[in-house]
């Protein structure tokens, strides 16, 4: 295995590079068909986040809140994965805990 095919990250080294702000993703591996990043909201925030040009998985590691996609509303929060398909609108809102979330968007392959 060459030096750059893996590669470790902890989860409380990744939390502390987060700042105060309200709203906050860090992105954490950007490879050619992969993205990894962090992203938090904080309880009473706005997602304001638009469609994305990629596939997107999110794991919820932590908080509550609400997801509109397609037109329906879910309850997430511990444990929930989601996928969104590129280009959908998607927003987390009634967020009621500070919640945190592992995304990974993936691209095709060209």
Not at 23 to 48: H, I, T, W
Not at 93 to 110: G, K, N, Y
Request: aromatic letters at 12%; proline letters at 4%.
């Amino acid at each position: 295995m060459a030096a750059g095919d893996w590669q470790i990250f902890q989860l409380d080294e990744l939390n502390r590079k987060f700042s105060d702000k309200q709203v906050e993703y860090q992105e954490f591996l950007k490879v050619p068909n992969l993205s990894c990043g962090l992203y938090r909201l904080k309880a009473g925030s706005k997602d304001m986040q638009g469609p994305h040009e990629d596939d997107e998985v999110y794991y919820v590691l932590e908080g509550r809140a609400r997801l509109r996609t397609d037109g329906q509303e879910h309850d997430i929060g511990p444990g929930s994965v989601l996928y969104i398909r590129a280009t959908s609108i998607h927003s987390f809102f009634e967020i009621d805990q500070d919640m945190t979330l592992l995304v990974f968007f993936a691209s095709a392959s060209p």
